[in-house]
């Protein structure tokens, strides 16, 4: 058996076809989903782009690793996906994007093909300038405002912004030419595709913009009255992404069109390119003996509520695309709702290969649920963010249809995302809730040690200023 493992960035479920949208084109990856099983309640583990693939390749928290945003180190220590299945002979590849920091690019991966698309390709201390100080006063991001709020405002500088488009072109071929070069007798691999589509900033070609220009898209609403900002963490991150500097004219009509047009036209594009992969598998003779595995990193919140990119616990942000399909070997139309997370994923494709797995990893194997179609065990879900924009630990819990945010030393939320899915109404105060409010924190702080995440997320953000401003004096001198 071999695995294919496709990944996007930033993609929000609530806009593709096989979660429900009727304005999205997804034809390939709605077939992957009749073909197989969804998870319709799936989430990150950490709503940012290095923290959630650390996460996910370990299946282990961002806590306990110390990748706590996108300029932390992930440490060569922490046995990953990659060791687990090449213990058992699987040839492991990574084509494309997936952000590890630090020395180390392969972390237990025999390939990482097409490496110069990614953000982080080499060791380079002066991306610890974006190792946001918790102690100093909420702002922007010290790197400037760059991709945060001005990307989601139209523009002439994003008029021919090809940057992550040409970088999908690269790991497109790279694929195509990794896949045409196995056969029936080859070797079994686990191969992960990371696409950088539909992340900002957000350009495609006009004929793929232009398919959704005529349609009725979902454009975000804040209703009247409603305040939008429910406490200190969303006030942190809209400062951070300089959201009320565009906010006015992001939510204008004529924008929010073009963002969402631009976005479905991306994630149009990222559906095509993986309908010729698994052409390819199909015509190789591959298709009935590879597994496909299809997930986000995490989403975007474009525009609703008036915020914008990722890093907060709202649905947008945090839940993921998440799903399975193996004909003759998995169930085949099921959609699963239990909630689940990607550092289930290590567990889950070490028991499908029949690799070695961590005896204390907090995941569960999928494997069951994709082969027989049954609903995964009932537990919490956790979700955890440290990083930049915010100034202490900030943790979340789902719970089956309750959300749990505990913000230490700031604040708590409880929101019911099955009736409320747009998360207006904070149920904190309601006493009626008491009793699983308390059950809920006392879950989160079972699972961390926010003190202790505290002071090790300190102490790492301190060490990484005072590097990064040796090596700035150093090259100025």
């Not at 569960?364 to 955890?384: D, W, Y």
Request: charged residues 25%.
């Amino acid at each position: 058996m071999n695995v294919l493992f496709l990944m996007s960035d930033s993609l929000t479920p609530h806009l593709t076809g096989f979660h429900g949208d009727n304005a999205a084109r997804t034809p390939h990856l709605d077939q992957l989903a009749r073909n197989g099983v969804v998870f319709e309640n799936a989430y990150c583990n950490s709503p940012l782009c290095a923290p959630s693939r650390a996460s996910m390749v370990t299946g282990r928290y961002v806590s306990e690793i110390g990748a706590f945003d996108n300029a932390s180190e992930f440490s060569s220590e922490w046995p990953t996906i990659g060791h687990a299945l090449g213990a058992v002979g699987y040839e492991t590849a990574i084509i494309g994007k997936m952000h590890f920091i630090g020395h180390d690019q392969n972390h237990g991966f025999d390939h990482r093909i097409a490496l110069e698309t990614d953000y982080t390709k080499r060791y380079d201390p002066r991306g610890y300038n974006i190792a946001y100080q918790w102690q100093q006063p909420s702002g922007g991001n010290p790197a400037g405002p760059g991709w945060m709020g001005p990307s989601y405002v139209n523009s002439s500088e994003w008029d021919d912004y090809r940057h992550h488009y040409d970088r999908d072109e690269t790991i497109h071929r790279e694929v195509l030419s990794y896949l045409s070069a196995k056969g029936r007798d080859s070797a079994p691999f686990f191969c992960c595709v990371s696409y950088h589509a539909p992340h900002n900033p957000f350009w495609i070609p006009n004929q793929f913009r232009e398919l959704f220009r005529d349609k009725d898209l979902p454009l975000p609403r804040v209703p009247e009255g409603v305040d939008t900002c429910h406490g200190p963490m969303d006030a942190w991150l809209n400062d951070f992404h300089y959201q009320p500097e565009v906010a006015e004219e992001m939510m204008k009509e004529d924008n929010l069109r073009w963002l969402y047009e631009t976005y479905y036209g991306m994630t149009y594009d990222l559906d095509r390119r993986i309908g010729e992969v698994l052409a390819l598998l199909k015509k190789n003779g591959l298709d009935d003996d590879t597994a496909i595995v299809f997930a986000s990193d995490h989403g975007d919140m474009l525009g609703h509520r008036g915020m914008l990119q990722k890093r907060c616990f709202y649905e947008r942000s945090a839940r993921i695309a998440l799903m399975g399909s193996f004909p003759g070997q998995w169930q085949q139309g099921a959609r699963l709702n239990a909630p689940v997370s990607l550092i289930d994923l290590f567990p889950t494709f070490a028991d499908m290969a029949g690799a070695p797995c961590p005896d204390n990893l907090p995941g569960a194997s999928l494997a069951p649920s994709l082969e027989k179609g049954t609903e995964p065990e009932e537990r919490p879900v956790f979700i955890e963010y440290h990083g930049e924009g915010v100034h202490a630990p900030c943790f979340a819990v789902r719970k089956d249809d309750l959300k749990y945010v505990y913000v230490h030393g700031h604040e708590e939320r409880l929101y019911n995302v099955v009736e409320d899915p747009d998360e207006w109404t904070n149920l904190i105060d309601e006493k009626r809730y008491a009793p699983v409010i308390s059950k809920l924190k006392a879950a989160v702080l079972e699972q961390f040690d926010p003190d202790n995440i505290a002071e090790k997320a300190l102490v790492s953000q301190h060490n990484r200023r005072f590097v990064y401003e040796c090596v700035l004096k150093e090259a100025t001198e």
